[in-house]
């Protein structure tokens, strides 16, 4: 690994979380529950382990038994040039399917296109890309 990876704990929605995301982005997603890997410290069928590989990967699980889910103030996940601009918009528009858009995908004063959303999960996204893309 090359960098730091995102791993989230959602609040018993990985399945539906991590479902949403690999509709959204592509790529290959693995999942792993509780009962998979012998654990007694949440529901059979809750998701103990989750990946989604590809161009956006993501990590996840459901919280165990004590734990939270995760919260975010301050944070946003940036996918700035990340793909062609059609492919960034096409994510964004997903995306913001039962989210909310903060700022919409469009050309800025600064010359580049960016936009903001809020998925239905509570990722907020900063989707970008630069004029000659």
Do not use: C, N
Not at 35 to 58: C, K, N, S, Y
Not at 60 to 66: E, L, N, R
Not at 67 to 79: K, Q, W
Request: a negative charge; aromatic letters at 12%.
């Amino acid at each position: 690994m090359s960098a730091p990876q995102l791993y989230l704990t959602f609040p018993g929605s990985a399945r539906e979380a991590l479902g949403f995301y690999a509709d959204v982005f592509g790529g290959e997603l693995t999942l792993h529950t509780y009962q998979d890997f012998g654990r007694t410290d949440g529901p059979e069928g809750a998701i103990a382990h989750g990946e989604l590989t590809g161009t956006v990967a993501l990590f996840g699980s459901d919280a165990a038994a004590g734990e939270t889910g995760f919260r975010l103030d301050g944070l946003r996940l940036a996918l700035l040039g990340t793909a062609e601009p059609a492919v960034l918009h096409d994510w964004f528009d997903k995306l913001a399917a039962g989210g909310s858009i903060v700022d919409p995908l469009t050309p800025k004063p600064w010359g580049a296109s960016d936009g903001q959303v809020v998925d239905r999960f509570g990722l907020h996204w900063l989707i970008g890309y630069e004029p000659d893309r």
